[in-house]
DNA sequence: TTTCATGCAAAATGTTTGCACACGA
DNA sequence: TCGTGTGCAAACATTTTGCATGAAA
């Protein structure tokens, strides 16, 4: 505790626009529309901050909502705009596609339990730093980055110590 | 170039096993067999170091050695050997998994330029430092890390300025 | 009233598997 | 010989697409 000082926790970015408006504006601008299935998408990605993937999420809308509110080709479709209109940021992890927030949250990246599969998010302005020294260095224009640390989280290691309480999370 | 200092490039490692030998010894300690198709899948693998995919090493063997040779599901399944045995490392690009050299050459990470699909390997401490020390603070026992830093890359911003002469490398 | 978006079914992609036969130790 | 590896075909999981219908602007 004492030698560690640097601030790796992350706080939160205060937007003007809500994520629904923020997308109005974005499918205005391309002269693509609102629809109510994309403000159900919206609204059920933003209720909380998750990490997700198009197959969890389809589930979360089906049984919130019914079965037949959202099909599952508008889902990807969706995803993908929201992508592009900034609202996601999109990973591959282990063969599927995940998605996280990435309006109205700072930038960060994680460390990837491949034990219980959970993330934990981190901040670093010196891991930027290197990036951008290392980039220039070579003449490569920055579009962002990620970073993806693996291993054992904290509770996977204790629950290896004392075999006795099986986790059975996922 | 006065400014930039730090030695992003990277050297190599001395190792006292050739990859088939290596591989050798993992098959003998885990009961299984080098047979004629493993030999020639690393043999290839190893002929040369750059990224691959298993579609593209498939094709390689094929024209180099006819098409019966080496099936799609051994090239996979000897992969993912390879992988185990500590000779390559597998990450996720796009949906697919792209393989490359984890033996004998060092820990590096990666520019990745979405216009040309190149990949270019740099080499920092200080990232493992900060990695580690990230790690630390969260209780977490680190196994690797992945880091792509996306962008573009020197020749296609000199392309895109100069959009007489058109690249269409892939 | 004209686009654009959706849902359905089917296709495409990348990877894995069951099983009979082949082969290495 | 004995058990492991292979090839084939088929299954698989995830994501994408063509097309007719439905709904925003």
């Known amino acids: 505790m004492a030698t560690e000082t640097t601030d790796f926790s992350l706080g939160s970015v205060t937007v003007a626009l809500t994520p629904i408006e923020r997308l109005e504006e974005y499918l205005q601008s391309r002269g693509k529309r609102m629809t109510q299935q994309r403000r159900l998408i919206v609204a059920e990605v933003f209720s909380h901050h998750e990490h997700f993937d198009a197959d969890g999420l389809l589930l979360q809308l089906q049984q919130k909502l019914g079965r037949d509110q959202v099909s599952r080709p508008t889902v990807y479709r969706t995803l993908t705009e929201l992508v592009e209109a900034g609202l996601l940021v999109k990973m591959d992890l282990g063969g599927r596609a995940v998605y996280e927030h990435d ?3 700072p930038n960060h990246d994680h460390l990837h339990c491949t034990t219980c599969n959970r993330l934990i ?50």
């Open 121 to 170: 998010e981190f901040k670093s302005d010196e891991l930027i730093a290197i990036r951008d020294a290392v980039a220039r260095q070579n003449g490569f224009r920055v579009a962002g980055h990620r970073l993806i640390v693996t291993g054992t989280c904290r509770e996977c290691m204790q629950a290896r110590q004392r075999p006795k309480r099986m986790l059975d999370r996922i």
């Open 103 to 105: 309006y109205g949250y």
